[in-house]
């Protein structure tokens, strides 16, 4: 493969699906090798050949990203078999829908405990390689929902705001090691996670309704994520971080 990424090695969470397997192919695509990690080792599997048939160079591993040494274990892997880590995606989310006053202590946590220490943890094991490189690059996908609140998912939405502010505490800090650290918080993209809350009828409106109030009039594609992720962790994109980069066909301004 030729690229910008030729030579730079990327973990991707969540990367069996939806957005975070679009990032992994593009990163691969791209020239990076690509470490596709997600709880659902098979599919993860699925990705990383389906890269390495393409002529891409991947690996994949099973991992909770909400356990630490889940996280260390496979980052040791990415050691061994492709060396320091300069690129991180963190994709892997969990969704949730529940009347606030419904919204249990456990499964308030559990959230947490995926979409925003998950984020947390993978930052954390990677940026001694990126600090040592003197060059890194993390984009972690939050979410619009985030800008325009949600009902019924107050415990995704307070995870996904924690990973924008998150994002821009780690930005100051990691900034003068090399290392920039921006978020893009997807709008209505069209993965499993969406058709899933579709088919339990989770838009107050349906997916006609949220098409039309969209400005670019159409769902967004997992690539359209894939594309901005790419240019966020390309050399010339070196001068943006601690940045909310919308992507989400003009629903947030
Ligand atoms: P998706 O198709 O469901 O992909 C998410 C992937 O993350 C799945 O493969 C899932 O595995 C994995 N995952 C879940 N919990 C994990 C854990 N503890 N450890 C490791 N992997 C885990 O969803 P998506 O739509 O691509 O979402 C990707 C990210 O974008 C998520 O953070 C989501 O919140 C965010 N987002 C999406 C949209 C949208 O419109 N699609 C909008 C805003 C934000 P399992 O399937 O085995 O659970």
């Not at 949600?150 to 939405?157: D, G, K």
Request: charged residues 20%.
């Amino acid at each position: 493969m030729a690229g910008t990424l030729v030579g730079r090695v990327a973990v991707v969470t969540g990367g069996a699906s939806g957005i975070g397997r679009a990032c992994a192919q593009r990163l691969a695509r791209d020239g990076a090798d690509v470490a596709v990690l997600d709880l659902d080792a098979d599919a993860a599997e699925g990705v990383a050949a389906e890269i390495v048939a393409e002529g891409g160079s991947a690996l994949a591993l099973g991992v909770d990203v909400a356990d630490r040494q889940s996280i260390d274990r496979a980052v040791k892997e990415v050691h061994e078999r492709f060396g320091p880590v300069a690129v991180l995606v963190n994709s892997a989310g969990k969704e949730g829908a529940k009347r606030f006053l419904d919204i249990t202590e456990e499964a308030w946590n559990n959230l947490l405990a995926v979409n925003l220490t998950g984020t947390f943890h993978c930052c954390q094991a990677v940026v001694p390689d990126m600090v040592e490189a003197g060059w890194g690059r993390i984009v972690n996908i939050s979410s619009s929902s985030a800008h325009s609140g949600q009902p019924f998912m107050t415990h995704y939405v307070a995870s996904k705001a924690g990973v924008i502010g998150f994002t821009k505490a780690l930005a100051l800090e990691l900034g003068p090691s090399g290392i920039t650290v921006n978020t893009i918080p997807p709008g209505f993209v069209d993965t499993p996670m969406l058709r899933r809350n579709e088919k339990l009828g989770r838009f107050v409106q349906s997916m006609d309704y949220h098409i039309a109030q969209t400005p670019v009039r159409r769902t967004g594609r997992p690539e359209d994520i894939a594309a901005a992720c790419a240019f966020l962790a390309s050399e010339e994109a070196g001068y943006i971080t601690g940045q909310v980069f919308g992507v989400n066909g003009g629903r947030n301004t």
